[in-house]
C-alpha cells in the first residue's frame, strides 16, 4: 500500500547518544517534513524538503539535522540526545497539486504512524 | 507568515448532540486550510481541506467546515457526536501549494453516553 513509513516506531535513549529517525514514502512526492507532537503544543514542524538534496529549516530545527539524499527518503538525525526532544516525531510527504494515479489525491499532506522517542 | 488558533484545549458532548470546534487562522496570503483528526496513539488523518471554491466544505464522518474569509475563521462542526469521534482534532494552515503546514495546539474532543 502506498503512504508514508517511518522507523523506528519506539526507542529509548540515553542522554548524549546519537540517533537516526528514517521516513520513507513510495508516492513519488517532491516534499518531505518531521514534526515533533508535545502536550498542548500541537504540532510544530522541525526541518523541511522540497526535494531531493534540499532541506530547510521549520519552527524548532535546533539539535536535529535532516538529509534528503534520495527523493523517497528523508532522515531525521539527532546528535546528542537530550531529554527536551523526547517527544513523538511524525514524518510527512506532500502532494503534487496533479497528482498521477497512486499518488493520493491533491493538495494533501500524507503522515506516518509517528515515532515515539524518550530520551532519559 | 501563518498561524492558527484553536479555542478550547477540550471539548465535551453528549452523544448526538452538535459538534463546533473552532479554529480563526492567521495568513498573508490567500490560506489553505486543513483539519486533521488523530486517534490515540496514531498519526494523522486528513478530515477535510479548503484550498479554493466553495467555501462550505464537507469532509470524512459526517464533518464539515466553513471558510469566513471576513471573520478568520475555518470553524469545524458535525450536527450529531457519535462516541467514535472522540479523538484529537487539529486545524492547520498553509499558503499557496499547502507545501508547509503550520498546526494549531489541538482540542481534546470527548463524547459522553
Known amino acids: 500500500n502506498a503512504g508514508v513509513t517511518q522507523t523506528p516506531k519506539f526507542r529509548v535513549l540515553k542522554t548524549g547518544q546519537s540517533m537516526t529517525l528514517l521516513c520513507a514514502q513510495d508516492?513519488?512526492?517532491?516534499?518531505m517534513y518531521w514534526y515533533r507532537q508535545d502536550p498542548g503544543m500541537g504540532l510544530r514542524l522541525i526541518h523541511y524538503?522540497?526535494?531531493?538534496?534540499?532541506?530547510a529549516k521549520g519552527e524548532v530545527p535546533d539539535g536535529y539535522n535532516v538529509s534528503r539524499l534520495k527523493k523517497q527518503n528523508f532522515l531525521l538525525g539527532l546528535e546528542s540526545a537530550a531529554p527536551s526532544q523526547t517527544s513523538v516525531y511524525f514524518c510527512?510527504?506532500?502532494?503534487?497539486?496533479?497528482?498521477?494515479?497512486?499518488?493520493?489525491?491533491?493538495?494533501?499532506?500524507?503522515f506516518g504512524e509517528g515515532s515515539w522517542l524518550t530520551v532519559v | 507568515a501563518q498561524s492558527v488558533t484553536q479555542l478550547g484545549s477540550h471539548v465535551s458532548v453528549s452523544e448526538g448532540a452538535l459538534v463546533l470546534l473552532r479554529c480563526n487562522y492567521s495568513?498573508?496570503?490567500?490560506?489553505?486550510l486543513f483539519w486533521y483528526v488523530q486517534y490515540p496513539n496514531q498519526g494523522l488523518q486528513l478530515l477535510l481541506k479548503?484550498?479554493?471554491?466553495?467555501?462550505l466544505v464537507k469532509g470524512i464522518n459526517g464533518f464539515e467546515a466553513e471558510f469566513k474569509k471576513s471573520e478568520t475563521s475555518f470553524h469545524l462542526t458535525k450536527p450529531s457526536a457519535h462516541m467514535s469521534d472522540a479523538a484529537e482534532y487539529f486545524c492547520?494552515?498553509?499558503?499557496?501549494?499547502?507545501?508547509?503546514?503550520?498546526f494549531g495546539t489541538g482540542t481534546r474532543l470527548q463524547v459522553f453516553p
Open positions: 510527512a510527504s506532500y502532494n503534487t497539486i496533479s497528482p498521477r494515479p497512486g499518488q493520493g489525491s491533491g493538495n494533501t499532506i500524507y
Open positions: 508516492m513519488n512526492h517532491e516534499y
Open positions: 524538503s522540497v526535494g531531493e538534496g534540499t532541506t
Open positions: 495568513s498573508s496570503v490567500p490560506p489553505y
Open positions: 479548503y484550498t479554493t471554491g466553495a467555501t
Open positions: 492547520a494552515v498553509s499558503g499557496a501549494f499547502a507545501d508547509k503546514l503550520i
